[in-house]
């Protein structure tokens, strides 16, 4: 069962990224509050949101989970980046 708190942090957190059009590119009806997972809350807070809501992430998710989802996402940017170098765009690779 969801805590009542959290879930009204996370609603405002939600409603404040729509306001910042961060779901742009997903289907209007396939993004709610109840769908959105913690890592894609996570990723979304951390890239349009400012610092002051990151921290509201603390209330909401432990510290730990937050860190695991930020140290993969820049894993992630890193191999794509390295990826790019060694494999040029129009190469026949």
Known sequence: MRSD???HLKRQLFT???KEHAFWSYEPKSV???RMGDNLLIEKVMYHLDYFYAVVLFDIKNPQRY???Q?????RNKINAA???I???GSNI
């Open 67 to 69: 860190l695991k989802v």
């Open 32 to 34: 709610t509050v109840a």
């Open 5 to 7: 708190k959290k879930y």
């Open 87 to 89: 494999t040029p765009s």
């Open 83 to 85: 990826q790019q170098i």
């Open 71 to 75: 140290m993969n996402k820049y894993i």
């Open 16 to 18: 404040r990224l729509k």
